[in-house]
Structures are given as C-alpha cells and as structure tokens.
C-alpha cells in the first residue's frame, strides 16, 4: 500500500511587521505659534551650482531674513523673493521681496509679518536668474 503524505505544514503566520515610516525627526520645536527662528536651505535649480541658507527671525512685529548664497557667478545681484508655493509649484508672484542675492550675505525687514504665518511648507524663498527672471536659481521650502 502506497501512501502519499503530502505535508503541507502552512504557517499562515503573518506577522506584520509594522513598516515604521520615518517620517522625519522633530528637530524643531513644533508649537509654530512660539517660533522665533526658521532655517531654510535653498538648493540649486536648473543647473545654476547656486545654494546657501536663509535664516528667518522673528523680531519684535518684523522678520529679519539673512541670506547667505555662494556659487553666484561674479558680483552679480539677482532678485530674491518669498512666494506663495512650493519649490516644485511655485507662485511666480512674489509674495515678499528680499534684498538682491548676491555671494555673501544680504538682509532684509519684512513688516508686519509673523513668522508663524509662512511656516509649515506654503512658502518657499528663491532666486532667480539675474538677466533671466523666470529661470529659478536656488529654491527653499519654509518649514
Ligand atoms: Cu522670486
């Protein structure tokens, strides 16, 4: 007598390993409403070899924005806006104008401007080409 034992020991285990999404360190201090300071790195666009940082400070009922840039070619000024957007879709109109880019650091006083209102990823600050404005440069998201 033959005897075919198929064993088919089926472990219908399904652990689930819970997929933990990094979902991005809180680094910051997360009560948008007492923030005082927000950093933004702005990362080059369209091939321009152009970066820096804009550091953002709440300052009395004004923001003080400081912009550093490196990459420029020469000693040109190129606008530098904050916008309504996202880098990838960006308002083109400029919501607040900054001081020109230029290599180095450059300032500027926005009025009456809380820095708790562009935070959270609405806004972002760029540069733009300083012959060719709608060429983007260098773009941040404010965060
Ligand atoms: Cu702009």
Redo the contacts with the bound molecule.
């Keep these: 007598m033959k005897q075919f034992s198929f064993a088919t020991a089926v472990l219908a285990a399904a652990f689930g390993l819970a997929a933990a999404v990094a979902a991005g360190a809180p680094s910051t201090m997360m009560n948008t409403h007492t923030a005082t300071t927000a950093t933004v790195r702005l990362s080059p666009q369209n091939h321009s070899g152009q970066s820096g940082t804009a550091l953002l400070q709440q300052r009395g009922h004004d923001i003080v924005v400081t912009l550093r840039m490196s990459g420029l070619p020469g000693a040109v000024a190129e606008?530098?806006?904050i916008?309504v957007g996202t880098c990838a879709r960006?308002n083109?109109a400029?919501k607040y104008p900054l001081t020109n880019a230029r290599n180095g650091t450059t300032m500027t006083t926005i009025r009456n401007v809380q820095l708790a209102s562009l935070l959270g990823g609405r806004y972002a600050i760029?540069?733009?080409n300083a012959r060719h404005?709608s060429i983007?440069v260098a773009c941040g998201g404010i965060h």
């Design positions: 606008p530098a806006h916008h960006l083109p400029p760029n540069v733009h404005l983007y």
